[in-house]
């Protein structure tokens, strides 16, 4: 679970400023992951990736967003691992990320950042405020106190949907086989402004993922990675679940019944990777309310505490890269 917790940066600046707030959050993930100057302070480790998403017109009926007309719109991602340490191996926790940036012909863009987990362990950014400071580690043994760890888990069972999941997950061995969920609902808008819940999740179609060398080498993920995209474009569909009425919108703890009707909107095609030092990921943040017309954030507090903390780390990172070139030169990973 030591990884798991910095899964993503959850605060918002809109709550009391005595309480929590983007500083204290990213200030808690520094803390917990350690300072490297010119890094995100979460998903520190990457590696960039380009391509398009190639609509097939199916959900432009519940959005008018101009990327969902059928057609080809380019993309910029970024695949990563949780935490804030850039040197990390990548078999020290479970999960893998994939972030977005589509960027429609009238240069609205839609950013979206997804996980290889179908839901989230907390519902509130002060929850996750309190995960992140229950797995600190211990400067003695480097690694979280268990018993804080149970204390929290014991004052929140609204993770148990999230441990049930990790306890029997296995680390991937490969970025290109997994499933990588958006976990917050939003909404798609259509063209009579008429607004439908929604959440999606991106499903790889690129064949079987393959053995790990025993034991795995820290930095697979991206070697992997780079492989398989010399053989051919890598390919996920777009799916799109529509919400009811009582479906929760505001709690990404919660899964929705698997009956709720699903679009497949089209497919992310990546064609190509880069190091992310140097990448067209390296300078982005991956805002989720960055949104084009006909898509739009819902009620999830996690949403625009997101948005905040990201914006933060963002302010932190680029001042760093800004003053310390010569840092940089020694710490390739960004």
């Not at 990390?88 to 977005?100: K, N």
């Not at 863009?109 to 992140?132: C, D, H, I, K």
């Not at 019944?257 to 095609?269: K, L, N, T």
């Not at 030169?329 to 960004?334: C, D, G, L, M, V």
Request: aromatic share 8%; charged share 20%.
């Amino acid at each position: 679970m030591t990884g798991v917790a910095a899964a993503f940066g959850y605060v918002g600046g809109w709550l009391d400023p005595h309480r929590l707030t983007p500083q204290r959050i990213v200030d808690r993930l520094q803390v917990n992951g350690g300072l490297h100057p010119g890094y995100r302070r979460n998903h520190a480790k990457g590696v960039c990736v380009i391509g398009y998403f190639d609509s097939n017109g199916q959900a432009a009926r519940y959005s008018k967003a101009a990327l969902f007309a059928p057609g080809r719109t380019p993309l910029v991602g970024r695949f990563a691992i949780p935490g804030g340490n850039p040197h990390a191996p990548d078999f020290g926790v479970p999960i893998r990320s994939l972030a977005l940036r589509l960027t429609q012909a009238d240069g609205q863009q839609w950013r979206t950042g997804m996980n290889s987990m179908p839901v989230f362990p907390v519902a509130t950014p002060q929850a996750f405020y309190e995960q992140l400071a229950a797995g600190r580690p211990d400067p003695a043994t480097g690694k979280p106190d268990p018993a804080k760890q149970a204390a929290f888990f014991a004052a929140h069972p609204e993770t148990s949907a999230f441990r049930a999941w990790a306890k029997n997950h296995k680390p991937s061995a490969s970025y290109a086989t997994e499933t990588y969920y958006g976990l917050n609902a939003f909404y798609f808008v259509d063209s009579a402004g008429t607004r439908h819940a929604v959440r999606w999740r991106v499903v790889a179609d690129n064949g079987p993922e393959g053995v790990a060398p025993a034991p795995p080498p820290e930095d697979l993920l991206e070697s992997e990675l780079r492989r398989r995209l010399a053989q051919g474009p890598l390919r996920w569909r777009l799916l799109v679940t529509l919400g009811q009425a009582d479906d929760p919108t505001a709690d990404a703890t919660r899964t929705w019944p698997q009956d709720r009707p699903e679009i497949d909107a089209g497919s992310v095609v990546l064609e190509r990777s880069e190091p992310q030092a140097q990448g067209a990921c390296r300078d982005i943040n991956f805002d989720p309310l960055i949104l084009p017309a006909g898509i739009a954030g819902s009620d999830d507090p996690l949403l625009p505490a997101r948005s905040s903390a990201y914006a933060e780390s963002y302010r932190r990172r680029t001042a760093e890269q800004a003053g310390g070139a010569a840092v940089h030169a020694q710490e390739p990973h960004r």
